[in-house]
C-alpha cells in the first residue's frame, strides 16, 4: 500500500483572503499515494481534543477534496490509509468558522382572519430570537391545495404594527415550501430592540384572501430582537471585574471563566480591528461593534484567531477559544468594551459587568 504524502492544501470553495477557508468549505489536498487515504484529519491546535476526522473518496492518487467540517480548528491536516499508516501534516491551514445558520422551524397551520374560499396554508419561523447585524430570521410558508396565490410577507414591529420590510410574491405553487429571511442589515435604518413578527396574506384567483394572525397577536410567527448576544454560550462563571488591581494598573475589563476551548463569539456584528498576540494578553482579537461606536477586545484565546484586520463578522459568529494564553490564571475571556472612537484610538475603557449580564440573561 503506498504511503500517502501530502505537498499542499489550496481552498476550492468557501474560500477568503490570504489562503483562508470557512468551515463548510471545500480544499484540495495535493500529494502522491492519496488513493489509499480514506480520512483525512484536521489536527487544530496543540493536543488531540479538537483532532476532527472526516472520510474520503480520493480523486486520484494526487489529489483529494476534502470538505471542512464546521468543528474545525485552524492547523495542518494528515491523510490516512489505516489505522497505523498516514502522512505527513501539512502546512498549517486557516479555518475561518462560518457564520451561524438560523434554526429551521416546524410549519404550522394558520388560524389568522380569512375570506370564503381563501387559501390555507402553514407558516413556521426559524427562531424566536434574532440579533442585529446576525444572520437574520428566515419566514417559511407552503400553500395547500391546487391552486396558485399571491403572497404578501411583512415583518412588522410589536404592538403598533408597524411594517419594517415587505415582499411580495405573485403565482405562489401549492405544495412547496418558501421562505424570506429578514437580515436587519438590508434596513433603510438600523432595527431597534424590540418584539417582532411575520405577517403572511395570501390571496387565490377569486381574490379571496387569508391572513396568517390577527393584528393584536403577539406569538404567532413573532421573535425577540436583540442588539447584542453574550460572547459565550457554554456554562461559566464571573471572575475579576473592572478596576480590580493588578500590579502597576487597574483591570480594564472583566473576567468571564470557561472550560479551555469554549467558544467565543462576536456580542455584536462588525469589522476585526486587530488580531495579535501580547505578553500579558495573550492571542487577543479587537471588534468594532456596527452602529454602537463600541469596541471589543477579547483576550487570553487559547490560539490565533483565524480571522483578519477587515474580515467582517456577524453577530454570534465564533472568532475564538477560550484559553490561559498570556498572562492568565485559568481559562478565561477577558472582555472589555471601549467607548468611541474606539481601542486606543481616543476611547476608553468602561465597566462592561452590567451590559455582560442584561446579554446573560436572554442569550
Same mark, same amino acid.
Request: glycine share 12%.
Given at each position: 500500500?503506498?504511503?500517502?504524502?501530502?505537498?499542499?492544501?489550496?481552498?476550492?470553495?468557501?474560500?477568503?483572503?490570504? #489562503?483562508?477557508?470557512?468551515?463548510?468549505?471545500?480544499?484540495?489536498?495535493?500529494?502522491?499515494?492519496?488513493?489509499?487515504?480514506?480520512?483525512?484529519?484536521?489536527?487544530?491546535?496543540?493536543?488531540?481534543?479538537?483532532?476532527?476526522?472526516?472520510?474520503?473518496?480520493?480523486?486520484?492518487?494526487?489529489?483529494?477534496?476534502?470538505?471542512?467540517?464546521?468543528?474545525?480548528?485552524?492547523?495542518?491536516?494528515?491523510?490516512?490509509?489505516?489505522?497505523?499508516?498516514?502522512?505527513? &501534516?501539512?502546512?498549517?491551514?486557516?479555518?475561518?468558522?462560518?457564520?451561524?445558520?438560523? &434554526?429551521?422551524?416546524?410549519?404550522?397551520?394558520?388560524?389568522?382572519?380569512?375570506?370564503?374560499?381563501?387559501?390555507?396554508?402553514?407558516?413556521?419561523?426559524?427562531?424566536?430570537?434574532?440579533?442585529?447585524?446576525?444572520?437574520?430570521?428566515?419566514?417559511?410558508?407552503?400553500?395547500? #391545495?391546487?391552486?396558485?396565490?399571491?403572497?404578501?410577507?411583512?415583518?412588522?414591529?410589536?404592538?403598533?404594527?408597524?411594517?419594517?420590510?415587505?415582499?411580495?410574491?405573485?403565482?405562489?405553487?401549492?405544495?412547496?415550501?418558501?421562505?424570506?429571511?429578514?437580515?436587519?442589515?438590508?434596513?433603510?435604518?438600523?432595527?431597534?430592540?424590540?418584539?417582532?413578527?411575520?405577517?403572511?396574506?395570501?390571496?387565490?384567483?377569486?381574490?379571496?384572501?387569508?391572513?396568517?394572525?390577527?393584528?393584536?397577536?403577539?406569538?404567532?410567527?413573532?421573535?425577540?430582537?436583540?442588539?447584542?448576544?453574550?460572547?459565550?454560550?457554554?456554562?461559566?462563571?464571573?471572575?475579576?471585574?473592572?478596576?480590580?488591581?493588578?500590579?502597576?494598573?487597574?483591570?480594564?475589563?472583566?473576567?468571564?471563566?470557561?472550560?479551555?476551548?469554549?467558544?467565543?463569539?462576536?456580542?455584536?456584528?462588525?469589522?476585526?480591528?486587530?488580531?495579535?498576540?501580547?505578553?500579558?494578553?495573550?492571542?487577543?482579537?479587537?471588534?468594532?461593534?456596527?452602529?454602537?461606536?463600541?469596541?471589543?477586545?477579547?483576550?487570553?484565546?487559547?490560539?490565533?484567531?483565524?480571522?483578519?484586520? #477587515?474580515?467582517?463578522?456577524?453577530?454570534?459568529?465564533?472568532?475564538?477559544?477560550?484559553?490561559?494564553?498570556?498572562?492568565?490564571?485559568?481559562?478565561?475571556?477577558?472582555?472589555?468594551?471601549?467607548?468611541?472612537?474606539?481601542?486606543?484610538? #481616543?476611547?476608553?475603557?468602561?465597566?462592561?459587568?452590567?451590559?455582560?449580564?442584561?446579554?446573560?440573561?436572554?442569550?
Amino acid at each position: 500500500m503506498a504511503h500517502p504524502k501530502i505537498s499542499s492544501v489550496h481552498c476550492k470553495s468557501g474560500c477568503e483572503s490570504r #489562503g483562508r477557508v470557512l468551515t463548510g468549505g471545500t480544499v484540495t489536498v495535493k500529494g502522491s499515494g492519496l488513493a489509499a487515504a480514506k480520512r483525512v484529519v484536521f489536527l487544530g491546535g496543540s493536543g488531540s481534543n479538537d483532532d476532527v476526522s472526516v472520510s474520503v473518496t480520493p480523486a486520484s492518487d494526487t489529489k483529494l477534496l476534502v470538505e471542512v467540517p464546521y468543528s474545525a480548528e485552524s492547523g495542518p491536516l494528515t491523510a490516512w490509509s489505516s489505522k497505523r499508516e498516514h502522512s505527513n &501534516a501539512s502546512k498549517p491551514l486557516a479555518i475561518v468558522p462560518a457564520p451561524p445558520p438560523p &434554526a429551521s422551524g416546524r410549519l404550522a397551520p394558520v388560524k389568522g382572519p380569512a375570506d370564503p374560499g381563501a387559501p390555507r396554508f402553514e407558516t413556521a419561523v426559524s427562531s424566536d430570537k434574532g440579533y442585529v447585524d446576525g444572520s437574520g430570521v428566515r419566514f417559511s410558508y407552503r400553500i395547500d #391545495g391546487t391552486q396558485r396565490a399571491s403572497v404578501n410577507v411583512t415583518v412588522i414591529q410589536l404592538p403598533d404594527g408597524g411594517a419594517v420590510r415587505t415582499w411580495t410574491r405573485h403565482g405562489v405553487v401549492p405544495g412547496d415550501v418558501h421562505s424570506f429571511t429578514w437580515n436587519t442589515r438590508d434596513h433603510h435604518k438600523p432595527a431597534t430592540d424590540g418584539r417582532y413578527a411575520f405577517r403572511m396574506a395570501a390571496a387565490g384567483p377569486t381574490g379571496a384572501t387569508a391572513h396568517s394572525a390577527a393584528d393584536g397577536n403577539q406569538r404567532r410567527d413573532a421573535f425577540d430582537l436583540h442588539g447584542f448576544v453574550f460572547p459565550l454560550h457554554a456554562r461559566h462563571h464571573y471572575g475579576d471585574g473592572f478596576g480590580a488591581p493588578r500590579a502597576g494598573h487597574r483591570h480594564q475589563g472583566q473576567d468571564i471563566f470557561a472550560s479551555c476551548g469554549t467558544p467565543i463569539i462576536a456580542p455584536r456584528g462588525g469589522k476585526v480591528k486587530a488580531n495579535s498576540y501580547q505578553s500579558a494578553a495573550g492571542n487577543y482579537v479587537v471588534v468594532d461593534g456596527a452602529d454602537t461606536g463600541y469596541d471589543f477586545f477579547f483576550a487570553h484565546l487559547r490560539e490565533r484567531s483565524p480571522l483578519q484586520v #477587515g474580515d467582517q463578522v456577524l453577530t454570534g459568529q465564533r472568532i475564538g477559544n477560550v484559553g490561559d494564553t498570556g498572562d492568565a490564571v485559568g481559562c478565561h475571556l477577558h472582555f472589555e468594551m471601549w467607548t468611541p472612537p474606539g481601542w486606543y484610538t #481616543g476611547g476608553h475603557p468602561f465597566d462592561p459587568l452590567p451590559f455582560l449580564k442584561t446579554w446573560d440573561k436572554y442569550s
